[in-house]
């Protein structure tokens, strides 16, 4: 018999009319695993029987779910939501990096930013003699380099042309969105009060048994490992049991009903 996870979506449950959206989030995940995790902790009682002292009892008092998501493909929602607040758009500066090999003495890239000290923020490193290149205040000589914030040029001395050259500029965007990159005073949107839904599949219920979550809370921060040529990403929520519930999940076999 197979068995297998059919859906998995989460939703948000603190998102009201004060936030960026003004409700609440429904997403769909694209998850490459699923791991339910469950804590136990017992109470015993000890009684002596022909001087030995031995357990008579014994009963679980402590229950500890959690889910545990392994994520493959990304996309910009499921970014969003392991990080755990919603997108900003505004205007940054992002560190980009480029490669050229040199066939001349200059190099043009317009998008340098002009302002932010755009002259600071370049970062040269010859490839061909594998070492750090200099910032020139004039004409740059061998293994140096200049910066015109006006016309956002770079120039190099003849010595380094045919040669592979890295570098690193500030590039301005007017409008991108943004995770993390908010002011503490600016608003955003926490995802920390979650529910989840999972659709478990098997050749005898095709049409699966769903377990619903109605609350889950951050216990981890993302980890993220790259495996050959696939990132994997993995969050792990606590479930929490909801006043007047005898546990943080209800099952619910979709097989039959009606």
């Known amino acids: 018999m197979l068995y297998g996870i059919g859906a998995v979506s989460?939703?948000?449950?603190?998102?009201?009319?004060?936030?960026?959206?003004?409700q609440n989030l429904v997403l769909d995940n694209c998850v490459a695993g699923v791991a339910f995790n469950s804590e136990s902790a017992s109470?015993?009682?000890?009684?002596y029987k022909n001087g030995i002292k031995q357990k008579v009892a014994e009963r679980i008092n402590q229950e500890m779910y959690s889910v545990t998501l392994t994520y493959e493909y990304l996309d910009w929602p499921t970014m969003q939501l392991i990080y755990g607040e919603l997108a900003q758009n505004g205007a940054a500066y992002v560190p980009t990096a480029q490669t050229v090999t040199l066939t001349g003495t200059t190099i043009t890239n317009t998008n340098i930013s002009t302002t932010n000290n755009?002259?600071?923020s370049v970062r040269v490193f010859n490839a061909t003699t594998e070492t750090f290149m200099t910032?020139?205040?004039?004409?740059?000589?061998?293994?140096?380099?200049?910066v015109n914030g006006t016309t956002g040029l770079i120039t190099f001395n003849a010595a380094q042309t045919g040669q592979t050259i890295y570098y690193r500029y500030d590039r301005r965007y007017t409008s991108i969105e943004s995770i993390g990159a908010g002011n503490v005073g600016q608003q955003f949107d926490e995802f920390n009060n979650l529910n989840l839904t999972a659709i478990l599949s098997s050749s005898k219920y095709p049409e699966g048994i769903a377990l619903v979550a109605d609350q889950?809370?951050?216990t981890s921060t993302p980890s993220l490992v790259i495996e050959?040529?696939?990132?994997v990403i993995q969050i792990t929520y606590s479930l929490v049991t909801p006043p007047g519930r005898r546990k943080p999940f209800t099952l619910y076999k979709l097989n039959g009903a009606v």
Not at 13 to 21: E, G, T
Not at 43 to 47: D, K, L, Q, R, Y
Not at 135 to 146: F, R, T, V
Request: charged share 15%; aromatic share 2%.
């Open 10 to 22: 989460i939703g948000t449950n603190a998102l009201d009319a004060n936030s960026l959206l003004g």
């Open 135 to 146: 910032l020139a205040a004039g004409a740059p000589a061998a293994q140096e380099y200049s």
């Open 43 to 47: 109470v015993s009682a000890m009684c």
């Open 118 to 120: 755009n002259v600071a």
């Open 216 to 218: 889950l809370e951050r």
């Open 228 to 231: 050959g040529d696939k990132a």
